[in-house]
């Protein structure tokens, strides 16, 4: 391969693009992680992330997994064999966390969806209410599907459910949306609450997390399905000293220290969340402007972290993204599940800024013409106008 000068644009939805200096901050001698230093690190990354789950007087948990295992922490923490749980299918993700609750022996119950779309409250708030003998013991939603660029509305799921008095536990997976859209574990009274590192918290694959309400750990007591790995009870035990029952992910923990201080203190996490809705913003304009349409129908539901682009018929959107790979060296999402073939996802989360979500655009704009996708060559330009605009309104207040 001969070699590509300057950065690869990677504009996948996570993994994202990881920050030099939490790169470098990995790059430092492993510790023992039994050791007197070691504590000072892990109570100092869990105090953090309780503030990014805003301020929770909740439980966190640290795992050394992908996304994936904190989805089946959640689960095997809190229930048993053969219970009843309840998900909506908003995309590809929502449709793998019922296959995994299925292979853990759950029954799942999924209320069916069009991918274009979120959890709809009201579907949710009927199926508790017809569950007369409280056999559904949890809700499960994910909160940014990422592979539909649709955004769930977690606090009418949560009105939905307190409408019908049900006591299921609810669990929402902010894998992708974490640290880059607006959420909020105890003001919405989730009791799980799933998240990885490898997207809006800008670290390499690796870390994820739950943070876990009273509710929740009262229902780890009785819960039977089998867990040790996994169990929340000795990774409690050990954290409230800063430590863990096995070997962390070290390094990833000093990349974490990080980013914590980048989102907490330096950024803030109000202006990073204004900052992934200007890019959402902006990159619909772009789309729309193109001739192209967002995957996404409602607007309460558009995404700060992703954006997911239909092909028109007779166009292969992964021949769009290979087009856009050769000639440009970035990295697109492909279209996952049904969607493979016909949409590509541009991320926008992450360690990002205007003018790299300008190159972003004006990457795709050319690979689009490049492709022979007919499309109108404005969508850099809209995108522009808004993003000027964005920065003329702080400067006024400024001035
Ligand atoms: C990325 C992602 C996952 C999967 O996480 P892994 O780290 O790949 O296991 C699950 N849910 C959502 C919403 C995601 O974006």
């Known amino acids: 391969m001969p070699r590509r000068a300057g950065r690869h644009f990677l504009q996948i939805p996570g993994p994202t693009n990881v920050p030099d200096r939490v790169l470098r901050a990995i790059d430092f001698p492993t510790m023992d992680h039994r050791g007197p230093d070691f504590a000072e690190l892990g109570k100092g990354v869990i105090a953090g992330m309780k503030r990014v789950f805003k301020s929770t007087r909740g439980e966190v948990v640290i795992y050394p997994a992908s996304g994936t295992g904190a989805w089946e922490a959640a689960l095997v923490n809190t229930l048993s064999p053969g219970e009843r749980v309840l998900m909506s299918e908003t995309g590809h993700f929502a449709a793998l966390w019922q296959k995994l609750a299925a292979r853990l022996g759950l029954e799942v119950e999924f209320i069916p969806g069009d991918w274009r ?45 307190d409408a019908t008095g049900h006591p299921a536990l609810f669990m ?17 009274r989730v009791d799980v609450t799933v998240a990885g590192s490898q997207k809006g918290l800008m670290l390499p694959p ?30 409690l035990a050990h954290g409230k000293g800063g430590y863990f029952p096995y070997t962390p992910a070290t390094n990833l923990l000093y990349g974490l220290r990080e980013s914590l201080a980048m989102l907490l203190e330096e950024e803030g996490l109000d202006a990073v969340f204004a900052r992934h809705q200007r890019h959402g913003e902006a990159t619909r304009r772009a789309v729309r402007a193109w001739g192209l349409e967002v995957l996404a129908l409602d607007p309460r539901e558009y995404s700060g972290s992703l954006t997911a682009v239909m092909t028109p018929a007779g166009h292969d959107a992964d021949r769009v993204r290979k087009v856009i790979l050769d000639a440009f060296d ?42 022979g996708v007919p499309v109108k060559a404005e969508g850099v330009q809209a995108a522009m106008e808004y993003l000027s605009d964005c920065a003329k309104a702080p400067a006024r207040q400024a001035a």
């Open 206 to 235: 690796g870390l994820s997390f739950n943070c876990i309400s009273s509710n929740a750990l009262a229902a780890s007591k009785t819960a039977r399905l089998p867990r040790s790995y996994w169990a929340w009870d000795e990774m």
């Open 117 to 161: 779309r979120g959890a709809d409250p009201e579907a949710i708030e009927k199926r508790l209410r017809a569950d007369g003998e409280k056999r559904i013991k949890a809700v499960c939603v994910v909160h940014n599907e990422t592979s539909t660029g649709v955004v769930s509305r977690i606090p009418d799921v949560r009105r939905a459910i």
């Open 172 to 188: 929402v997976d902010t894998i992708s949306s974490l640290a880059s859209i607006d959420y909020r574990h105890d003001e919405w």
């Open 330 to 371: 970035m990295s697109l999402g492909t279209g996952l599940g049904k969607l493979g073939g016909k949409v590509f996802r541009i991320g926008h989360l992450g360690d990002f800024n205007d003018l790299a979500l300008m190159g972003t655009l004006a990457g795709v704009e050319m690979g689009l013409e490049l492709a």
